[in-house]
């Protein structure tokens, strides 16, 4: 079975501090892995993705991730955070079949 | 136009009631999900239909009825409503194996 684990459950951060949110997964095979993004009150939306050829993923907002595939890894990055920033981060990972397993979340608190 | 969409947003209810919670998405998927997001936003699969097939059915309480009148619809009907099954729900649809998952803005059911 598949099953993701994000450790940092709260961080919070001065705008312009840099960002990495830590994901580890745990799944023998091939894996596609995800990034999702809750605003406040708003549904989940994609920042990027990971399927298959360069490990380092660019996303939506100035996001990008890094696959260790040694390191069963794929850490969330952003060089300056901004205040609109603040949301919840879902680490999630595909494995066999379709289904999608996300990680606890962690929530991001960005002050002005 | 919104990719996936559900009704209703918010649903008050008293316990013991039944309920029904519609899905409808527009972009040519073939496969849609349920997810419940508790109130420490941990977000667990419920149902995955594809095609009108069920696919994936967790651990979840027969009194959870997902139906598929078509591939674009996956309505989820709730029996004998208790307290613990206030959460938000989300819907969500993907092409299968193909990409994230597009989620819908939930619905937050809360039974008093």
């Known amino acids: 079975a598949q099953s993701v684990s994000q450790h940092n459950h709260h961080v919070i951060l001065s705008e312009a501090a840099s960002l990495e949110l830590g994901c580890n997964y745990s799944y023998g095979g091939t894996v596609n892995l995800f990034w999702y993004v809750q605003y406040p009150g708003q549904h989940l939306q994609l920042l990027l993705k990971?399927?298959?050829?360069?490990?380092l993923v660019k996303g939506i907002k100035g996001f990008e991730a890094e696959f260790i595939k040694s390191k069963f890894s794929f850490n969330l990055r952003k060089p300056s955070v901004q205040w609109s920033d603040t949301a919840e981060y879902f680490c999630a990972v595909r494995g066999g079949g379709n289904k999608l397993t996300f990680g606890t979340g962690t929530q991001l608190k960005v002050e002005l | 136009d919104t990719a996936v969409s559900q009704t209703p947003k918010y649903l008050v209810t008293q316990m013991g009631n039944d309920k029904s919670i519609k899905c409808e998405q527009n972009?040519?998927?073939?496969?849609m999900y349920w997810y419940k997001q508790d109130s420490k936003k941990f977000l667990k699969i419920m149902f995955s239909?594809?095609?009108?097939?069920?696919?994936i059915n967790e651990t979840v309480p027969n009194r959870f009825s997902p139906k598929s009148p078509d591939k674009a619809h996956l309505n989820l009907h709730i029996n004998s409503l208790e307290l613990g099954d206030s959460a938000v729900y989300f819907c969500?649809?993907?092409?299968?194996?193909?990409?994230?998952?597009?989620f819908g803005s939930g619905t937050r059911l809360t039974v008093v």
């Open positions: 969500a649809s993907s092409h299968v194996e193909m990409d994230g998952y597009t």
């Open positions: 239909y594809n095609n009108k097939e069920l696919i």
């Open positions: 990971y399927f298959s050829g360069d490990p």
């Open positions: 972009l040519g998927h073939d496969t």
